[in-house]
């Protein structure tokens, strides 16, 4: 499975295709929706969920003469920047620092 961050591009290619005709057709599916693109490679951003996406190959002039390759995503909600504050006492021997994080 591949792991993202809700927002980020997350890409998808194609390698290693070969036989038939040597002309084809790919057709990108998330789940069972038709995705926009028809090339070996693919990108786009997701909200937060888990999501199935598909390749499929088809041969121009072979009818029923394909392939499928599935991958599943899993997508998180982006992270939050941390907030940080510094105290910070007089500065001497025994000088201390404290932080303090929070958002996250």
Known sequence: PVHS?????????LTGIAGGSGEYIYT????TTKQIGSRTTFGR???PGT???????EDVHIS???QEASVT???YEAL???LLA???TPTTTTETVSFTTGGI
């Open 45 to 47: 951003s997701f909200s």
């Open 80 to 82: 939050n920047t941390p």
């Open 51 to 57: 999501y199935t996406m598909t390749a499929k190959v």
């Open 86 to 88: 510094v105290n910070r």
């Open 5 to 13: 961050a809700a927002g980020m591009i997350v890409n998808f290619t």
């Open 28 to 31: 990108w599916y998330e789940g």
């Open 73 to 75: 995503i899993h997508v």
């Open 64 to 66: 029923d003469f394909h």
